[in-house]
């Protein structure tokens, strides 16, 4: 159910490296959680985040979430098709769906984040 060669946070959260780029959305689980999403807040190309920190926020008929990076990294590019889609977000969350791209900082660990295997358990003892 969630792609093998990303990586996951508890704030479910998504993470595609590759190389010393990150992209980062919001997982099937996440977006099921929300429902129908209606509007998606994201950061300026150029802005740099600390791991943890907020990035934005999603929108949806239930309520508003926060969405957090886990990495820290530079925003190079923002999904600007979700302005007038937001409901990508619940169509396809780990491809079309994606929030934002990052160049990570020099030296990322990504030891905090958990495999498919583990969030997929996390998300089911959750």
């Not at 992209?23 to 791991?51: C, K, N, R, S, Y």
């Not at 999603?58 to 925003?75: F, L, Q």
Request: hydrophobic share 30%; charged share 30%.
């Amino acid at each position: 159910m969630y792609p093998e060669n990303y990586h996951y946070s508890n704030e479910h959260e998504w993470f595609h490296v590759e190389g010393d780029e990150c992209t980062i959305g919001i997982t099937d689980f996440a977006q099921d959680e929300l429902g129908e999403v209606v509007f998606v807040e994201l950061p300026e190309v150029g802005t740099h985040f600390d791991g943890n920190d907020e990035i934005g926020t999603i929108e949806s008929v239930k309520a508003v979430s926060e969405i957090y990076t886990a990495v820290p990294g530079e925003v190079t590019e923002v999904n600007t098709e979700l302005e007038n889609a937001p409901e990508k977000v619940n169509e396809d969350p780990h491809g079309q769906g994606w929030l934002i791209r990052m160049k990570l900082d020099e030296g990322v660990d990504l030891e905090g984040l958990m495999n498919a295997e583990q969030y997929e358990e996390f998300t089911h003892n959750g």
